[in-house]
């Protein structure tokens, strides 16, 4: 009873504790994220009822059991039929999941199921190499050259463009949407608040998606042991209004232009 009573005062107190997913609450920051999170608790409470359930049935056994002292115990090999209950039960619940996240699984991963603003104007290009992110943003009030290329996964690095290592920068409540490649190893993108994993493949390009709802600072990891300088590989993402998100690359892109030299001498443009 005690371990009971233990487990669920912490089921309860977690969230707000902040031992329960990352972010504020234990919620996901980003859209996805958050019915992602929806198909984890429905996994949860398929799980919880049926420990709960034949943890019920065995203490109810043993307690039957204990009563019990004059007749002797029923030996048997197994059960055919309760054989087949316990396996095409199973089998079912996991069918049943498999179908019901294939939406979630598609919007996630499928680029046909991205939504069409996101994949239209990509905002940034992130390269994972040893032992670093390097972002890369079109210009200011610039796109992406190769737009139309872009289902042939080829972009072409353009002068012009801002460049900044361990620093993405996003709108908020926008759906935005990066290419991910590899300078060298596997790795892998993951910011665990806004619930967004994706693997950086050598000799691929992959788009990701995600929508942040909320401002803040999000973090950005390397979740594959790539090499000695992997605990390293930490970054952030900062999720901004759009007004803020400009400014951002206006500032990125003078800080970019100036060459730290004299402060009172004319700067150029490019
Ligand atoms: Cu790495």
Known sequence: MFWAVVAVVLCLVAPSMNWWFPGNNAEAA?????????????ILVIVT?????????????LW????????????????????????????????????????????????????ADAVAQPVADVTARQFEWRIRYPAPGRKFKSQADIRKWLR??????????????????RNVLFYL??????????????RVKQDAVPGKVIPVWFNATKRGE????CAELCGWGH?????????????????????????????GFDEDAPESDE
């Not at 980003?30 to 429905?42: A, K, M, Q, V």
């Not at 901004?240 to 206006?250: C, D, G």
Request: charged fraction near 20%.
């Open 30 to 42: 980003s859209t996805l994220g958050t019915r992602i999170d929806d198909l984890f608790y429905l």
């Open 231 to 259: 605990y390293k590989m930490k970054a952030r993402i900062l999720a901004v209004p759009e007004n803020e998100y400009r400014q951002y690359l206006l500032n990125l892109q003078k800080e970019l232009a100036d060459d």
């Open 49 to 61: 009822v049926t420990f709960v359930g034949t943890q019920i049935a065995l203490g109810y056994v």
């Open 218 to 221: 999000y973090t950005l990891l």
């Open 181 to 194: 490649r590899s300078g060298d190893v596997q790795h892998a993108f993951f910011s665990p608040e806004l």
């Open 156 to 173: 072409v690095p353009e002068a012009g463009d801002l460049h900044y290592p361990n620093e993405l920068c996003v709108p908020t409540t």
């Open 64 to 115: 039957k059991g204990a009563d019990n002292r004059d007749e002797k115990a029923h030996f048997t090999h197994g059960s055919h039929s309760l054989e087949v209950i316990w396996t095409i039960v199973p089998s079912g619940i996991l069918l049943f999941i498999a179908l019901y996240q294939m939406d979630v699984w598609a919007e996630y991963r499928v680029i046909s199921k991205f939504p």
